[in-house]
Structure formats: C-alpha cells, structure tokens
Nanobody, 125 residues
Framework: QVQLGESGGGSVQAGGSLTLSCAASEDTYSRYCMAWFRQPPGKEREGVSGLLIGGSSTYADSVKGRFTISKDNSTNTLYLQMDSLRPEDTATYYC???????????????????WGKGRPVTVSS
C-alpha cells in the first residue's frame, strides 16, 4: 500500500513562489510514476505535472515554464516548485502515483492508483 502525504503550499500574492512536497512510502518512486493534480474551487480536478519512472517530466500548458516537478530519491520526496503564481493557480493540490507511465505522461487522473489528501494553495491578486 502506497501512502502519500503532501506538505507546503499556503497563501501568496500573485507573482510569488511556493513549494509543495509529497512524502511517499519507501521505494515508491522506483515502482510508480508520480504526478501533481489540482482542483480549483467549484471546478473539476486537472493535471498539473507528471514525472515518469525514468525521470522524464510533463506539464500542463497552463503551468509550463512556471512550475517544476522533481524528486529526491534519498528522502522519497516529490516536489512541485511553483513560480510566477497567478490567481488562477488557486486550488487544492494533490500528489498521486500510478503504476503505468502513460497515466503520468498524460497526467490523467482516472489512471492514478494512489492519492494524497491535498494541500490548499491560494494566490491573491
């Protein structure tokens, strides 16, 4: 059973930066690809970024060039560095794991096997 736990996030003004972390069970990143999703208030969950098992990454067009996904295998931690934040980035952010790279490559929420509980991010104008 994979357990995921997000931390970080919070509130920031537009143009600022925040970092989200996702701690995972041991060996998760060698067996599962990882992804970040977000759900804005009153809207559906959407893919933000995916990190394949081999290390390749993908991003939604809305965050490309502003967000960076990375992982630290030594601490089993996934990160999402969010720069140049905009009010439309306001959402609850979730990390997730899947056993098939295709779901992280396409950042497809229905393909994910495990989810964290989510962390709120609020960007004010």
């Amino acid at each position: 059973q994979v357990q995921l736990g997000e931390s970080g996030g919070g509130s920031v003004q537009a143009g600022g930066s925040l970092t989200l972390s996702c701690a995972a069970s041991e060996d998760t990143y060698s067996r599962y690809c990882m992804a970040w999703f977000r759900q804005p208030p009153g809207k559906e969950r959407e893919g933000v970024s995916g990190l394949l098992i081999g290390g390749s990454s993908t991003y939604a067009d809305s965050v490309k060039g502003r967000f960076t996904i990375s992982k630290d295998n030594s601490t089993n931690t996934l990160y999402l560095q969010m720069d140049s934040l905009r009010p439309e980035d306001t959402a609850t952010y979730y990390c997730a794991a899947a056993n098939l790279d295709i779901y992280c490559s396409t950042i497809f929420h229905l393909g994910m096997d495990y989810w964290g509980k989510g962390r709120p991010v609020t960007v004010s104008s």
